[in-house]
């Protein structure tokens, strides 16, 4: 979901940060990381001011946030589901873990919820294994899921 207007509280947050920054090439990435942080995603809007205080092209700064997965451009929801895809999990159920999350809320991995509740991931393994089929809510791990389980978890945070 594309959002190139900033709201009122983003740009008060991107006023108190990108100064900071002012001048410092190399803060390019601890400047992108306090923004993903703050405001949960780069606004394409914030590009060029982040760009003229670094003294960089857009371009560049486009490039590194496209660069690491870790940088997103899109606004994400509130809680971020990931939902394992790794072997362990598939063998136990986890693809359809994922087919009844996507389901639930009714969007595609990768997409957020149009109220921004929630934000769909897939993970190549959450680290977890022994409890398959896993997926996370936030910082909070789920195991041994099973599709009712799913359901139950996800209302917990709608
Ligand atoms: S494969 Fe799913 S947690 Fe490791």
Same mark, same amino acid.
């Given at each position: $979901?594309?959002?190139?207007?900033?709201?009122?509280?983003?740009?008060? @947050? %991107?006023?108190? *940060? *990108? /100064?900071?920054?002012?001048?410092?090439?190399? #803060?390019? *990435?601890? %400047?992108?990381?306090? +923004?993903?942080?703050?405001? #949960?995603?780069?606004?394409?809007?914030?590009?060029?001011?982040?760009?003229?205080? !670094?003294?960089?092209?857009?371009?560049? +700064?486009?490039?590194? *946030?496209?660069?690491?997965?870790?940088?997103? $451009?899109?606004?994400?929801?509130?809680? =971020?589901?990931?939902?394992?895809? #790794?072997?362990?999990?598939?063998?136990?159920?986890?693809?359809? =873990? !994922?087919?009844?999350?996507?389901?639930?809320?009714?969007?595609?991995?990768? @997409?957020?919820?149009?109220?921004?509740?929630?934000?769909?991931?897939?993970?190549?393994?959450?680290?977890?294994?022994?409890?398959? /089929? +896993? $997926? $996370?809510?936030?910082?909070?791990?789920? #195991? @041994?899921? +099973?599709?009712?389980?799913?359901?139950?978890?996800?209302?917990?945070?709608?």
């Amino acid at each position: $979901m594309e959002k190139e207007k900033l709201s009122f509280e983003e740009k008060e @947050k %991107l006023q108190k *940060i *990108i /100064p900071q920054y002012q001048g410092l090439k190399w #803060g390019l *990435i601890p %400047l992108l990381q306090r +923004v993903q942080e703050d405001l #949960g995603y780069i606004p394409r809007g914030a590009i060029r001011s982040i760009a003229d205080a !670094l003294d960089l092209f857009p371009s560049q +700064v486009q490039g590194v *946030i496209t660069f690491y997965a870790q940088f997103s $451009m899109d606004p994400r929801g509130r809680n =971020i589901v990931r939902v394992c895809r #790794g072997t362990a999990c598939h063998v136990r159920g986890g693809r359809t =873990i !994922l087919k009844v999350v996507k389901q639930n809320l009714q969007i595609e991995e990768g @997409k957020t919820t149009e109220d921004f509740k929630f934000t769909l991931e897939t993970v190549a393994c959450l680290g977890t294994c022994f409890l398959a /089929p +896993v $997926m $996370m809510v936030n910082r909070s791990y789920f #195991g @041994k899921l +099973v599709p009712p389980k799913v359901q139950s978890i996800i209302r917990q945070y709608d």
